[in-house]
């Protein structure tokens, strides 16, 4: 391949990756965000995803037009993933409540 083929592969996988990778990491940021809270697990997982969105509107501006679909995508799947990971942080949540700690003897 030529480098202009590397190039234009690379751009490629970039432009379905990154928002995949983007919703991904921010589930796992809710994930640390939520570790410590006892309720509200969801309202604070979108507000992650909306955190993040922000955090990257910017950069829609910048972008060449036929992009700018993806990046409006993208932008909805952090808030996907934000909610995404607020329902597990919030699972998980439930999953160790119901448990006892034996207590020492």
Same mark, same amino acid.
């Given at each position: 391949l030529t480098d202009d083929q590397?190039?234009? !592969?690379? *751009?490629d996988i970039g432009y379905y990756v990154a928002?995949?990778? @983007?919703? &991904?990491?921010?589930a796992l940021s809710v994930l640390w965000v939520a570790?410590?809270?006892?309720s509200a697990f969801v309202l604070h997982g979108v507000l992650v995803g909306v955190v993040a969105m922000l955090?990257?509107? @910017?950069? &829609?501006?910048?972008?060449?037009? *036929?992009?700018?679909? !993806?990046? &409006?995508?993208?932008f909805g799947l952090k808030i996907a993933g934000g909610y995404v990971g607020g329902?597990?942080?919030?699972?998980?949540?439930r999953g160790t409540s119901?448990?006892?700690?034996p207590t020492p003897t």
């Open positions: 590397y190039y234009a !592969m690379g *751009e928002p995949t990778a @983007g919703a &991904i990491l921010t570790r410590r809270l006892t955090l990257t509107v @910017g950069f &829609i501006f910048s972008a060449r037009p *036929e992009h700018q679909l !993806m990046y &409006i995508v993208s329902l597990v942080a919030q699972w998980r949540y119901n448990r006892t700690c």
